[in-house]
């Protein structure tokens, strides 16, 4: 039977034992029948069935290194000999099914095959990650539990020195964990790990991009991408704009913005729009919006609930700054990046 995905990792632990984080060096989507005989040849065949995350030693990180090497898997083993005399916390993960996670690092796992690439947003089963992910203090000294802050920082200033805690959150950076080819990043801090980047893409300063959104192509990130939203390829977020992600407000659908396509500065969308569509900047859309339909003439055609364009490619959404409705009609442009800003070599 083929498995979903494979991993060996090293993490961080609190002071109880339990995972706070796991990097993962080189995560395998679809492992080969002869490297999951590797790992349960060492384990144990119970790893065989189902989905599990098995804390390792430093014997057995030198025994699944060699069981890797025999069955070609030079990398695996190059990491899993790295880490055996290290005295770190070592796992592996090793999931049969693209189920619900159950544990910490089948969480991280997951989001970091989305970081690195291996997996599109929306095509995993995420369901009840936030329960498995603790709250955790991002430091200069790595990852810290709530509960072992304050001895942490104690520890700290008696060395005469100072713990900095950069952000306390469920999610970490994604450039901690992940940094796929080809992208630009103006701060790292705004994009969670997660994150799907695709190469060519640029990621301004205050752009941002949540865990299990991010882009399909080339584009130009100035806003804020929210959980499950992807942008399609040669978009442009303008700056302060927002796209409401699947959580928002309670709802399930999962929008997006269509390849070739612009949102304004400041503007929003809370429905998907397809391929070279435009919102002016300043307006946002909402699926009860009421919208006025144009004709290429200016002559008004309808008025429809902007649910009903969801997707619906070449069209630009504008408002009326004389009488104030919302307004659109047939986009007859495509919005074209500049190719010298997103070869990011």
């Not at 544990?103 to 095959?113: D, G, I, S």
Request: proline share 4%; hydrophobic share 40%.
């Amino acid at each position: 039977m083929s498995h979903f995905s494979f991993a060996f990792g090293i993490g961080s632990q609190s002071s109880q034992g339990d995972w706070l984080e796991v990097f993962y060096p080189q995560p395998v989507l679809s492992p080969s029948a002869d490297l999951v005989a590797a790992i349960t040849g060492v384990l144990g065949s119970q790893l065989a069935t189902g989905n599990h995350a098995v804390q390792i030693d430093a014997k057995q990180a030198s025994q699944l290194a060699k069981a890797c090497t025999i069955a070609g898997q030079a990398d695996q083993a190059k990491w899993l000999t790295q880490a055996a005399d290290k005295g770190q916390p070592m796992v592996i993960t090793l999931l049969e099914t693209d189920s619900g996670p159950t544990t910490t690092p089948e969480v991280y796992l997951k989001l970091q095959l989305l970081s690195t690439g291996l997996k599109q947003p929306n095509s995993m089963d995420l369901n009840g990650i936030f329960g498995l992910l603790p709250n955790v203090a991002w430091t200069n000294e790595g990852a810290v539990a709530i509960d072992d802050l304050t001895q942490r920082q104690m520890d700290a200033r008696l060395r005469g020195e100072w713990l900095h805690v950069n952000a306390v959150d469920k999610f970490p950076r994604m450039a901690d964990y992940a940094v796929p080819k080809g992208i630009r990043i103006g701060d790292a801090s705004r994009v969670r790990l997660g994150a799907h980047v695709a190469e060519g893409t640029t990621v301004m300063h205050e752009g941002f991009i949540n865990f299990n959104a991010g882009t399909l192509g080339h584009g130009m990130i100035e806003g804020r991408i929210s959980a499950g939203v992807t942008v399609g390829n040669n978009s442009d977020l303008g700056g302060g704009c927002s796209t409401m992600g699947t959580l928002s407000g309670g709802g399930k659908i999962v929008n997006s913005v269509g390849a070739d396509s612009l949102i304004g500065a400041n503007a929003g969308m809370g429905i998907p729009i397809g391929d070279r569509c435009i919102i002016e900047a300043g307006l946002y859309i909402t699926g009860g919006s009421k919208v006025a339909l144009l004709d290429m003439n200016n002559e008004l055609v309808d008025t429809v609930k902007a649910a009903s364009l969801a997707g619906k490619p070449d069209l630009l959404f504008r408002r009326n700054s004389l009488n104030g409705r919302i307004e659109v009609k047939p986009n007859r442009t495509a919005v074209e990046l500049n190719a010298d800003l997103h070869t990011n070599n």
